[in-house]
């Protein structure tokens, strides 16, 4: 995983070891980046100087011809999580994983994923959304907070949902099956004491 991500570009450690993600607009343009102390037993992290946090995203995959989109929370969930996902799926082509990077959905994002569910229904194809995030409280009220800024982007589209979504979309929550979070679970999954390991990261400098 850490690889196919370093080779891409996406992820790199800096001259203090620390992780560097790589974000990009929707577009595939570099504007920012977070970073996270990989020493053991620190939890220093933040962004670059400079990021665009409205429209600047960790991930990997292709918004503008996907027709799936992963969402979840920190940097590290979204290797854990695409490990998990190149484990059951052969083919992740038509799949967009992005990092929130531990915050709401922004208005740049939802926008986003109106346009790309009105341009897949023309085909008569279903946009698939799953929002992956923790198995907490915490989580339950960030789902709740996306549906309702996605409500207010998408109003028609919700106007016809009554109680379930139209046929058109599929959106759900999905939490990890064990552990808090989907490193957690794939550490468990592996066996490892922790995977995709920062130390491993941090190899790779610039």
Do not use: C
């Not at 208005?107 to 229904?121: K, N, P």
């Not at 490892?192 to 920062?198: D, Q, S």
């Amino acid at each position: 995983t850490i690889n196919k991500f370093i080779e891409n570009e996406r992820l790199y450690a800096n001259s203090f070891s620390s992780a560097v993600f790589v974000y990009r607009d929707l577009a595939g343009h570099i504007n920012g980046a977070s970073w996270r102390d990989t020493t053991q037993g620190s939890n220093l992290r933040g962004n670059a100087p400079g990021t665009d946090s409205e429209k600047g995203y960790f991930y990997i995959g292709n918004p503008h011809t996907a027709q799936k989109f992963i969402l979840t929370e920190a940097p590290i969930d979204l290797l854990s999580y695409y490990e998990i996902e190149s484990l059951n799926v052969s083919d992740l082509s038509q799949t967009v994983i992005l990092s929130l990077g531990g915050k709401p959905a922004t208005r740049d994002l939802l926008e986003h994923l109106s346009r790309r569910q009105i341009t897949l229904a023309e085909e008569n194809i279903h946009l698939e959304i799953i929002y992956a995030n923790d198995d907490n409280r915490s989580g339950e009220k960030a789902f709740d907070r996306f549906l309702e800024k996605f409500e207010e982007i998408a109003p028609d589209l919700f106007a016809e949902m009554g109680d379930e979504l139209p046929e058109k979309v599929n959106l759900v929550r999905v939490t990890p099956p064990l552990g808090k979070d989907w490193n957690e679970y794939l550490k468990i999954l592996t066996n490892e004491t922790e995977y995709p390991t920062l130390e491993e990261i941090s190899e790779h400098r610039l």
